[in-house]
């Protein structure tokens, strides 16, 4: 692949460039190693660390770190228990792995020199995607075709079907759209403000404590944008099993 | 924006897949069973413990509730026995009493028949003594000796006359 694209190391858009680390092609499949590559797996290898480490003395009164593990763990099984249900332990392991992936990069990129995977729409949709491929399979084998029930609400007069029946129908396959552009957004959001403001410190001069000051306040509230999203991407994904498998509204 | 570049698109996708699926396996067959382990064993303690104390506790009511009725048992025994000795006692009281009335009675009675005896022999004395009185004095007075008989007839006269006069 050899498109030819520059970007200034300057520019705020310069962080999103994958990085390429590698030009591997399989099969027409273009398979390159990248920066991007490497954060994912980083992610999975600061996630699974974190949860051996923590629970290899298995304390029976746990310690701090013992603590963070659990605690992760139950804020997970608890939003799964309250949204879905005892019908949702089967996906635990897959909505757990979903948001420690998400909350694991979006920290990463939080780093100083990193790179935030989960700026990328690409990275997203394919996760919003898993996931509505995931909920609409769900819903298909659990239900057949009393499924498409789900589209149709009740109480609406007939008239009004003509009406409700398609706006139902685009809005649950906006789903994956809106479910992965908004950890997108945030995402890009948040680096850009940062980027931005990096090199108004660098521009200003003296001037530049101003700016240097609001970074530090925005840094703790990308830090917080940073795991709610992950929060919001996850008991969405949450609120869309439970469609699939109560097929209520 | 770099976001927007088509051709990264499926390098990311790719290796997306591939370390997604793989934390799902370190996730589901490494992580999520020790910290499930973990909060299992610690659960499972802690409900053993819960179980262990309730048992102690009905152990205890069993015990305090045996307790009680031996007590109630042994209080209703001596109840019993108290009643039991007052009336043995209120009997043997009963028959003293009556033995002894029985025995004042008697010797009350014995003691009414010697004095009635005492009474007669006296006044049998005293009839005597005023016979042989009476002979004496009529003898004196008269001179001549008086009957035996006739003093006797006139004595119990006498005493005849006074009994009745006294009455």
Redesign the interface.
């Known amino acids: 692949?050899t498109?030819d694209?520059h970007?200034e190391h300057s520019s705020p858009?310069h962080q999103?460039?994958?990085g390429?680390l590698s030009d591997w092609q399989l099969g027409g499949?273009?398979?390159?190693?990248?920066k991007?590559?490497a954060f994912?797996?980083g992610?999975?290898i600061v996630?699974?660390l974190f949860?051996?480490l923590t629970?290899s003395r298995?304390?029976?009164v746990?310690g701090r770190w013992?603590s963070v593990?659990?605690l992760w763990?139950?804020f997970i099984a608890d939003m799964i228990k309250e949204t879905i249900g005892s019908e949702g332990r089967k996906y635990?392991?897959?909505v757990?792995?979903l948001f420690?992936?998400i909350v694991m990069c979006n920290l990463l990129g939080m780093l100083p020199y990193s790179y935030t995977?989960t700026?990328?729409?690409?990275?997203t949709i394919?996760?919003a995607l898993?996931v509505f491929l995931l909920t609409t399979f769900i819903g298909i084998t659990r239900h057949g075709m009393h499924f498409l029930s789900f589209f149709v609400p009740k109480g609406v007069p007939l008239a009004m079907l003509f009406l409700v029946v398609p706006i139902e129908v685009l809005s649950y396959f906006m789903r994956p759209i809106s479910h992965s552009v908004r950890l997108?957004a945030n995402m890009?959001a948040g680096h850009t403000m940062l980027k931005v403001f990096g090199s108004f410190v660098v521009q200003m001069g003296v001037f530049g404590v101003l700016p240097f000051a609001l970074i530090v306040a925005l840094t703790g509230l990308e830090v917080a944008i940073a795991v709610l999203q992950a929060y919001v991407f996850t008991i969405l994904t949450c609120l869309y099993l439970n469609d699939a498998i109560h097929l209520e509204h | 924006?770099?976001?927007?570049?088509m051709?990264?698109?499926?390098?990311?996708?790719?290796?997306?897949?591939i370390?997604?699926i793989?934390?799902?396996l370190?996730?589901?067959r490494?992580?999520?069973p020790?910290?499930?382990?973990?909060?299992e064993?610690?659960h499972g303690?802690i409900a053993d413990d819960l179980d262990q104390a309730a048992q102690l506790k009905s152990q205890a009511e069993t015990v305090i509730a045996e307790y009680e009725a031996a007590l109630a048992e042994a209080r209703g025994k001596a109840q019993s026995t108290i009643a039991q000795a007052g009336l043995e006692a209120a009997a043997a009281a009963e028959k003293r009493n009556g033995e002894v009335a029985e025995a004042l009675a008697a010797e009350a009675a014995a003691a009414a028949a010697r004095i009635d005896a005492a009474k007669t022999e006296a006044l049998a004395e005293l009839r005597d003594v005023a016979v042989e009185l009476a002979q004496a004095a009529a003898e004196r007075l008269i001179g001549a000796e008086v009957a035996r008989a006739e003093v006797d007839a006139a004595v119990d006269a006498a005493i005849q006359d006074n009994t009745a006069g006294s009455r």
């Open positions: 692949m498109v694209r970007i858009m999103f460039v994958i390429r499949l273009d398979i390159s190693f990248s991007a590559a994912m797996f992610a999975v996630a699974t949860l051996v629970t298995r304390a029976m746990p013992q593990a659990e763990y139950e635990f392991p897959f757990f792995s420690s992936f995977v700026s990328h729409i690409a990275v394919m996760l898993s997108f890009t | 924006m770099p976001q927007f570049w051709e990264d698109f499926a390098p990311q996708m790719v290796w997306l897949v370390s997604f793989a934390l799902y370190l996730m589901a490494v992580a999520l020790r910290v499930a382990d973990v909060l064993t610690r303690r």
